[in-house]
Each structure stands twice: as structure tokens, then as C-alpha cells.
């Protein structure tokens, strides 16, 4: 079984549409998150979740827009998509709190290309 | 504020020679210090951590890293490298003190291990 899984895979889209990337974790994990990796493979937080809750915000534009209908999902909107929003998006999920609580799952990625 | 610096983009080793991925970090409470390993066209996958304990921690795939508070590092290290450890590696920190989930990756060391 999968532990984080987001669909989809492959993303490719004009410039100015609205797309949706999907996660689900099924490890129990109380937090989720989202991070952008650019070209150079700098990996960057983008959202954290726990419980349902925003608790990490990043810099990130407002077209960006998060949402978590249960702790075991955490859903990416991304609206006016630019070529600059193309990356790879990871997903995460740790149980948070102390020691091994602070390992954090990744899923495999979205590719998403802006035409 | 945290950070967490990778000083190499990448490090040649041929198979059989021990290999040493460098890393040093900057927290203002204790820091809780990762390694996760990244294929190609994966996400990252965990590795090995320090949150507390003996210096010297042991991780997957014969990995271990030495904790060194005075220097302010965390290296990755490898007794005997394999061709199949070729991959980009991350360090990551977290400040044990701060509440908020948020923890920094670094930029990542390519590995190139050649047979």
C-alpha cells in the first residue's frame, strides 16, 4: 500500500487555467505538506497542515490555496497558473511531536509544466 | 532563524571507497538534524536522524552521520559506496524548541558513485 500517494503524476496545462493536485496519506498522520521543487532541485515548503489547521504558510502566492477536508488528505488549487508554477510538488505527512514523530513521508510527485 | 548548508552540489567517489556528504546547520534551540535520499523521479525518502543521544547514528543502506555540536554539523558518511548509492541527498534541520512543524531542507548533494 501506498503511504502518501497524490494524483496526478504529470500536469500539463496552459498558462492562465486552474488546476487541482490531489494527496492522501494513509499512515495516521496528524500533518501534511506541501513543497515546491524547482529546476535546480531546491526543495521549499509551501503548506503545513495539522489536524486540519494551516499552521505554515510560506511565501507563497495567493493563487496558491490550500485545502484539507480530513487529516488524511491535503489538496493543492493552484488558480491563473504562470510558467513560473512549474515544478515538481511534493506532498508529506509526519505525525509530528517529538523524536521519530518528526519523520516525514513524501509521495512521489507531480511534474506540473505551464505552456 | 534556522538554515541548513550543503556546501558541495555534488561528490565523485568510485565504488568501494568511503564516501562523506558534509553538512552544517544553524538552530537556535537543539537541533532534530536529517538525511533523506531522493531517486530520480522519486520523492525523498527518509534516511536517518539525530534528535537526541550518542553522536554517531545509524541509518538504511549502511548510512550514518556524526553529530558535532561545535561544529555545527551533521556529515553523512559511508564506508564502502555503491554504484546504487548514486543520488541526490538532503540534509534537513529542525529547531527542536519552536513550535510550528517547519523544517529546512538544504540544497541538496548530487552522489555520483562510479564503478
Known amino acids: 500500500d501506498t503511504a502518501v500517494s497524490q494524483t496526478p503524476k504529470y500536469l500539463v496545462t496552459q498558462m492562465g487555467n486552474d488546476k487541482s493536485i490531489k494527496c492522501e496519506q494513509n499512515l495516521g498522520h496528524d500533518t501534511m505538506y506541501w513543497y515546491k521543487q524547482d529546476s535546480k532541485k531546491f526543495l521549499k515548503i509551501m503548506f503545513s497542515y495539522n489536524n486540519k489547521e494551516l499552521i505554515i504558510n510560506e511565501t507563497v502566492p495567493n493563487r496558491f490555496s490550500p485545502k484539507s477536508p480530513d487529516k488524511a488528505h491535503l489538496n493543492l488549487h493552484i488558480n491563473s497558473l504562470e510558467l513560473g508554477d512549474s515544478a515538481v510538488y511534493f506532498c508529506a505527512s509526519s505525525q509530528d511531536g517529538g523524536g521519530d514523530k518528526n519523520i516525514q513521508y513524501f509521495g512521489a510527485g507531480t511534474r506540473l509544466s505551464v505552456l | 532563524a534556522q538554515s541548513v548548508a550543503q556546501p558541495e552540489d555534488q561528490v565523485n567517489v568510485a565504488e568501494g571507497n568511503p564516501l562523506t556528504v558534509k553538512c552544517t546547520y544553524s538552530?537556535?534551540?537543539?537541533?532534530?538534524l536529517f538525511w533523506y535520499v531522493q531517486y530520480p523521479n522519486r520523492g525523498l525518502q527518509f534516511l536517518l536522524k539525530y534528535i537526541t543521544g550518542d553522536n554517531l547514528v545509524k541509518g538504511s543502506y549502511g548510512f550514518e552521520a556524526e553529530f558535532n555540536k561545535s561544529q555545527t554539523s551533521f556529515h553523512l558518511k559511508k564506508p564502502s559506496a555503491l554504484v546504487s548509492d548514486s543520488a541526490l541527498y538532503f540534509c534537513a534541520v529542525r529547531d527542536g524548541g519552536l513550535w510550528g512543524f517547519k523544517t529546512i531542507f538544504g540544497a541538496g548533494t548530487r552522489l555520483f558513485v562510479k564503478a
Open positions: 538552530v537556535s534551540g537543539n537541533p532534530y
